[in-house]
């Protein structure tokens, strides 16, 4: 059956620091996603993107981040100056349709020091 | 805005003895619901869902969940659980008008001994 792959599994970074996260979806899926869980709290959404740009995003989703899918295959969700408070497993989904369930990748672990 | 309540956080149960989990959700319109699984070090699987139609819902794994509309719920069941359904479960809901922002409810840590 075909996965959502995320690369890498876990990541250690700089406060300050940018970061890119990948994420590479099913290949037939039209819908993408970006969530986040920080530990010990809920899985929170931040940003869905549909046709090359994004279709909503979350409160969370502020400047400091961007998401691009910059070929046929991946999607990327950058941090530009990472803070101690992203720290968080950061799920990637997709979806055929905009009404079809979600399929999750494993998550990057991001740790910011 | 929709929510969800997880009213377990931890659940431990014995092999073969069946197990049911608790989910219920806020929200003034109408919404789809659905059950991920968490296996360790691995991502969300999604186990069952209710967009329309019958209220009970069949999953994998031989999990089921029933919808009700009166009292905004949407448990979770197994009758007989094994060693292997040891994980974290999640609640979820969305705006059936919505391109699938999740919400999702705090999980259940589903632990079984033998």
């Known amino acids: 059956e075909p996965e959502v792959t995320q690369t890498p599994s876990h990541q250690v970074t700089q406060m300050g620091q940018e970061v890119i996260l990948r994420c590479v979806p099913i290949s037939n899926h039209l819908y993408f996603y970006w969530y986040r869980q920080i530990l010990g709290q809920k899985v929170e959404f931040l940003v869905s993107f549909y046709n090359n740009e994004i279709s909503e995003k979350s409160e969370i989703f502020d400047d400091q981040f961007s998401v691009e899918r910059p070929d046929g295959s991946n999607f990327t969700l950058k941090i530009r100056s990472t803070k101690l408070e992203d720290s968080a497993m950061y799920f990637c989904?997709?979806?055929?349709?905009?009404?079809?369930?979600?399929?999750f990748g494993n998550g990057t672990r991001l740790t910011v020091t | 805005a929709q929510s969800v309540t997880q009213l377990d956080s931890q659940v431990p149960v014995f092999e073969e003895a069946p197990v049911e989990l608790r989910c219920n959700y806020s929200s003034s319109v109408s919404v789809y619901l659905f059950w991920y699984v968490q296996y360790p070090n691995q991502g969300l699987q999604l186990l069952l869902k209710y967009l329309s139609g019958s209220t009970l819902v069949k999953g994998i794994n031989g999990f089921e969940a029933e919808f009700n509309k009166s009292q905004t719920s949407f448990h979770l069941r197994k009758p007989s659980v094994h060693i292997s359904d040891t994980a974290e479960y999640f609640c979820a809901v969305t705006l059936s008008s919505n391109d699938y922002k999740l919400s999702f409810g705090a999980g259940t840590t589903v632990t079984v001994r033998a």
């Open positions: 989904a997709s979806s055929e349709w905009r009404n079809s369930p979600l399929h």
